[in-house]
């Protein structure tokens, strides 16, 4: 009898390691399926744009506009000074770029060379004023890629927006042009003075329904002009430019430069002019893009 006891507790015991072993290897093979990377090489996208963020919740719904605009742009590819669709638009933009230089009229003639693009879309360009002393050159953002100065571009009739207009005029006196202001910030009442972050003062005042808010960066004058009863956040606007100019440079006036930012009423909008001098030319550039868009274009002129 007791060997009949062990013959019937010995194969039992043994389905019994069977079925444990059975058991440990797919929890084994599990781990490591689990455990195994998943290559992603190629399919990750960018989260941001690279686009400086105006939205500020002490602006309140005077900015909601603009904040808008900002945060559509994600998923752009940043490149320098600016944002593009990516290498097949970069590629567009450069084709773009060659094709005016090689219209203008003007020797030595430099561009801004990025824009703010949404994906999908390509650069596009006009040259209304071409001569050997002066030019411009409008820039639209549009769904395919067509020629420089194609009719479609001036057509009254479903004609794109103006992404940003560049222009180069020749003076026989620069000073004469009224568009550079003559500021002293040097002594800036304390009441006024605003602290920008960088070491950078900026002097706040406020005259006929408006508020302005103005700070110097080497020889540019940089100044925000907004509706006073849009209680717009100047302040905070300021100091997203100072920061980004932390990191992209403005061209180098030989002379002198102004960044004019101006909010209509309502604060959803926003004209952006930027002039600088080089001997008896000023360059500007013009846009409704937010400033440090603006400001992008610019630093990327060359």
């Given at each position: 009898?007791?060997?009949?006891?062990?013959?019937?507790?010995?194969?039992?015991?043994?389905?019994?390691?069977?079925?444990?072993?059975?058991?440990?290897?797919?929890?084994?093979?599990?781990?490591?399926?689990?455990?195994?990377?998943?290559?992603?090489?190629?399919?990750?996208?960018?989260?941001?744009?690279?686009?400086?963020?105006?939205?500020?919740?002490?602006?309140?719904?005077?900015?909601?506009?603009?904040?808008?605009?900002?945060?559509?742009?994600?998923?752009?590819?940043?490149?320098?000074?600016?944002?593009?669709?990516?290498?097949?638009?970069?590629?567009?933009?450069?084709?773009?770029?060659?094709?005016?230089?090689?219209?203008?009229k003007m020797k030595d003639t430099v561009l801004p060379t990025s824009f703010a693009l949404d994906k999908g879309k390509h650069l596009a360009?006009?040259?209304?004023?071409?001569?050997?002393?002066?030019?411009k050159v409008n820039f639209y953002s549009v769904d395919q890629s067509i020629p420089v100065n194609d009719a479609s571009l001036t057509s009254?009739?479903?004609?794109?927006?103006?992404?940003?207009?560049?222009?180069?005029?020749?003076?026989?006196?620069?000073?004469?042009?009224?568009?550079?202001?003559?500021?002293?910030?040097?002594?800036?009442?304390?009441?006024?003075?605003?602290?920008?972050?960088?070491?950078?003062?900026?002097?706040?005042?406020?005259?006929?329904?408006?508020?302005?808010?103005?700070?110097?960066?080497?020889?540019?004058?940089?100044?925000?002009?907004?509706?006073?009863?849009?209680?717009?956040?100047?302040?905070?606007?300021?100091?997203?430019?100072?920061?980004?100019?932390?990191?992209?440079?403005?061209?180098?006036?030989?002379?002198?430069?102004?960044?004019?930012?101006?909010?209509?009423?309502?604060?959803?909008?926003?004209?952006?002019?930027?002039?600088?001098?080089?001997?008896?030319?000023?360059?500007?550039?013009?846009?409704?893009q937010v400033p440090n868009e603006a400001l992008g274009m610019v630093a990327s002129v060359k």
């Amino acid at each position: 009898m007791k060997k009949q006891k062990r013959w019937v507790i010995i194969p039992v015991t043994t389905a019994v390691l069977l079925a444990l072993a059975g058991c440990g290897g797919q929890d084994n093979n599990t781990s490591q399926a689990s455990n195994t990377p998943t290559s992603t090489s190629g399919e990750q996208t960018q989260s941001g744009s690279g686009r400086a963020d105006f939205s500020n919740t002490s602006e309140g719904s005077n900015t909601e506009g603009t904040a808008n605009n900002e945060n559509s742009s994600e998923g752009t590819t940043n490149t320098s000074g600016g944002e593009t669709t990516g290498t097949q638009g970069q590629s567009s933009m450069n084709d773009v770029l060659q094709e005016i230089r090689s219209q203008l009229k003007m020797k030595d003639t430099v561009l801004p060379t990025s824009f703010a693009l949404d994906k999908g879309k390509h650069l596009a360009a006009a040259i209304p004023v071409n001569s050997s002393d002066a030019f411009k050159v409008n820039f639209y953002s549009v769904d395919q890629s067509i020629p420089v100065n194609d009719a479609s571009l001036t057509s009254s009739n479903n004609a794109p927006d103006v992404l940003a207009s560049y222009e180069v005029k020749t003076y026989k006196d620069p000073d004469s042009s009224g568009i550079f202001p003559d500021t002293d910030l040097d002594n800036i009442p304390d009441e006024m003075s605003v602290d920008l972050g960088h070491g950078i003062k900026g002097m706040a005042e406020g005259a006929a329904g408006s508020q302005y808010l103005t700070w110097k960066e080497g020889r540019w004058t940089l100044q925000i002009r907004s509706v006073s009863e849009d209680k717009m956040n100047n302040p905070g606007i300021a100091k997203k430019m100072v920061e980004y100019l932390e990191s992209h440079t403005l061209p180098a006036p030989k002379d002198k430069g102004f960044v004019n930012v101006e909010y209509p009423s309502g604060g959803k909008t926003v004209n952006v002019t930027i002039s600088w001098q080089e001997g008896k030319q000023i360059h500007q550039l013009q846009t409704i893009q937010v400033p440090n868009e603006a400001l992008g274009m610019v630093a990327s002129v060359k």
